[in-house]
């Protein structure tokens, strides 16, 4: 099983301030196969990043990610109050689909 | 608008069974790998189950494997999750998920999500 390891586990940023959220693997990963993921309370996640650096519908651009092999970063250029939520990264390579544990961006 | 709309979950005795379904709309949902989520109280997202388009493809986690049973009905534009030997640790909100490519296996990221149903395993 590929483990997802995030950190920080808790960051703590004020709005306008640039966020990076990172992601390593136990092993290589193919970027094809790793996401972002954004979950608000009482929400379903909410798909930010594809193929490791791919924008899904939607979302704005101070949203970016980059990233390969066993190191991947989610970038959120400037906090939007919009923006604190919890954040989680997935790998598709192989079964099972692990999730990270995920990094809650809170206010400072 | 595209969109997932989850049911079947509920109040369960542990060693017990639920169904729970998902009906897509407004998208060509035969044409899509789907995905089962679930969340745990407190905890964080565990991917469940993936099936492929045309079923040919299907993968469980390993907390599930042999108890579960993903399967579709693309004539419907039905998903569905059998879940048999329910245990207190299965309990939580399960999400279907739609994936963000076309015609791809495994999963690439999912960008539609339904609303979450809640199962309960309790005596």
């Known amino acids: 099983e590929i483990v997802l390891t995030q950190s920080p586990g808790t960051l703590s940023l004020s709005p306008g301030e640039r966020a990076t959220l990172s992601c390593r693997a136990s092993?290589?990963?193919?970027?094809?196969?790793f996401a972002w993921y954004q979950q608000k309370p009482g929400q379903a996640p909410r798909l930010l990043i594809y193929?490791?650096?791919n924008r899904a519908t939607g979302i704005p651009d101070r949203f970016s990610g980059s990233g390969s092999g066993t190191d991947f970063t989610l970038t959120i250029s400037r906090l939007e109050p919009e923006d604190f939520a919890v954040y989680y990264c997935?790998?598709?390579?192989?079964?099972?689909?692990?999730f990270g544990q995920g990094t809650n961006l809170e206010i400072k | 608008e595209v969109q997932l709309v989850e049911s079947g979950g509920g109040l369960v005795k542990p060693g017990g069974s639920l169904r729970l379904s998902c009906v897509g709309s407004?998208?060509?949902?035969?044409?899509?790998?789907m995905t089962w989520v679930r969340q745990t109280p407190g905890k964080g997202l565990e991917w469940v189950s993936s099936?492929?388009?045309?079923?040919?493809?299907?993968s469980y986690a390993d907390s599930v494997k042999g108890r579960f049973t993903i399967s579709r009905e693309n004539s419907k534009n039905s998903l569905f999750l059998q879940m048999d030997s329910l245990r207190a640790e299965d309990t939580g909100v399960y999400y279907c998920?739609?994936?963000?490519?076309?015609?791809?296996?495994?999963?690439?990221?999912?960008?539609?999500w339904g609303q979450g149903t809640t199962v309960s395993v309790s005596s």
């Open positions: 092993q290589s990963l193919s970027r094809t196969y």
């Open positions: 099936i492929s388009s045309g079923s040919t493809y299907i």
């Open positions: 193929g490791a650096s």
């Open positions: 407004d998208f060509i949902f035969s044409s899509y790998t």
């Open positions: 997935q790998q598709y390579v192989s079964s099972p689909y692990t």
């Open positions: 998920a739609r994936d963000v490519e076309l015609q791809v296996w495994p999963t690439h990221g999912m960008d539609v």
